[in-house]
């Protein structure tokens, strides 16, 4: 009964819960394929170069720079969309939460609970490690496994590190892009260290390259829209974000414009007082473009600094979640020119590829000007990163590596490719 539109459009557009298995059958055909036939085209393209499977011949055998529309864009651009079509139904979220209570979604308060008391908590690049443990053990633990022993990069040797990085979840566009810049580096990798040292630095150029934020950051109050499919953190992340906010002495006012869900409301008033934010309700059911008008409304009459609105997930059936969202925007903008000054999407990393299809469709209806990455901390996915890093053109600002207030991070390219490694 509770709003399943967005689930409903995605069943209409690629077929419903009960065809799951056939899509993850057919997903994993077409994945198998996809590396096939990459391994071959690398077989092919490494004949027609006339190189040998040393390092000497690669170094004297240069590889021609990427072309805008060459060989690796139209590989990409031929495979992506089949793979990101097939992870968006195998990823699609059945799950709903509506009758989550409070304490079902409420993260604790801070890291000094019982089972963590008995190490303290560790400080920002320590709970960045930790938070990356999984990642860390499935991409590193793989590339030693990998390059164990190995004396000479080979093709044969890139097509395995291909692989690996693709079900790394890095994703094929990005993969084939990283393993393009490598291969033009391989003059001067004589062994599995220095592959893995090039790999390193090309992964942090690709962290480091975003746009800079958008937005206008000096209007008053700033307001930042927040946005992303159920259960991904948006709740979570504002009750963060506001807790930062306010301990830098800044005024913070939470909009409660999830009315959908039950305890949605009661749950962002939670974190309010965690935070000391104020907060803007109406009843259940109501008008979220309502709450939002009303919170600037206030937020204007109180001097606020920061108005951070909470948005629901998943709508009524008979709404269409961008739809709704749009509205909202529309109305934030008519009350006050300008906002909301930030879109912040958040993206649930445990959902890997998923995620970017997410970016592309909220970032098509609502013009999305960051994102913050969840629950890092739950999954070996976090190879994910690279992926929106190159993929999106929207900068990554926050990572959540956990439930506690102190376990959102700003995004640190530097920190984050230490902590992989
Ligand atoms: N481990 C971990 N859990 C997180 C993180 N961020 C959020 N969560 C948990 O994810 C669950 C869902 O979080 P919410 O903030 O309620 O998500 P939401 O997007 O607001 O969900 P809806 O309002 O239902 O759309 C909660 O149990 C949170 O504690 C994170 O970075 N790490
Ligand atoms: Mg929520």
């Known amino acids: 009964m509770y709003g399943d539109s967005l689930g409903q459009v ?44 040393d390092t000497a011949a690669m170094a004297q055998t240069p590889v021609p720079e990427p072309q805008p529309g060459g060989e690796a864009e139209q590989r990409a651009g031929k495979e992506l969309p089949a793979a990101e079509t097939l992870s968006a139904q195998l990823s699609h979220r059945e799950s709903t939460p509506q009758d989550l209570s409070v304490a079902d979604t409420i993260g604790p308060e801070t890291a000094a609970r019982p089972d963590r008391m008995a190490k303290p908590p560790p400080g920002f690049l320590g709970r960045l490690k930790s938070g990356l443990a999984k990642t860390r053990a499935n991409l590193s633990g793989s590339l030693e496994k990998l390059l164990g022993g190995k004396t000479r990069i080979d093709d044969e040797l890139l097509e395995d590190l291909e692989e690996l990085l693709i079900t790394s979840d890095i994703g094929v566009e990005t993969t084939l892009a990283l393993i393009e810049k490598i291969s033009l580096r391989s003059a001067e990798l004589s062994c599995a260290d220095d592959l893995k040292q090039a790999l390193r630095q090309e992964i942090l150029a690709m962290l480091t390259a975003q746009t800079p934020p958008a937005g206008n950051r000096a209007s008053k109050p700033r307001v930042i829209m927040v946005v992303g499919v159920n259960g991904t953190g948006k709740t979570t992340t504002i009750g963060k974000l506001a807790a930062r906010f306010t301990a830098d002495n800044q005024k913070v006012l939470l909009a409660a414009a999830d009315t959908f869900r039950a305890a949605a409301i009661e749950q962002l008033e939670v974190w309010a007082q965690r935070a000391g934010a104020d907060i803007v309700k109406h009843r259940d059911g109501s008008d979220p473009a309502a709450v939002a008008f009303d919170s600037i409304e206030a937020a204007r009459a109180r001097d606020m600094d920061i108005v951070l ?29 300008g906002a909301p000054h930030d879109v ?12 970017l299809s997410q970016a592309k469709l909220f970032n098509q209806a609502l013009g999305v000007t960051s994102i913050a ?8 996915k976090g190879g994910i990163v690279i992926g929106i890093c190159h993929e999106l053109k929207i900068p990554l600002r926050y990572i959540g590596v956990g439930e506690t207030i102190e376990d959102l991070q700003d995004f ?3 920190a984050f490719t230490d902590a992989l490694f």
Request: hydrophobic letters at 45%; glycine letters at 8%.
């Open 412 to 414: 640190d390219p530097r």
């Open 373 to 380: 990455l969840t629950k890092l901390d739950g999954t070996a």
């Open 309 to 337: 609105i909470d948005t629901a997930g998943r709508l009524h059936t008979k709404v269409n979640l961008m739809e709704e969202l749009k509205k909202m925007q529309r109305t934030i903008a008519k009350k006050l020119p």
């Open 10 to 53: 995605i069943d209409t557009l690629f077929g419903g819960p009960a065809s799951l298995w056939v899509d993850a059958g057919l997903f994993l055909a077409i994945l198998l394929v996809v590396l096939l036939v990459l391994r071959a085209r690398r077989r092919r393209v490494a004949k027609e170069r006339g190189r040998r499977p």
């Open 344 to 355: 912040l999407l958040v993206l649930d990393a445990t959902t890997g590829q998923n995620a």
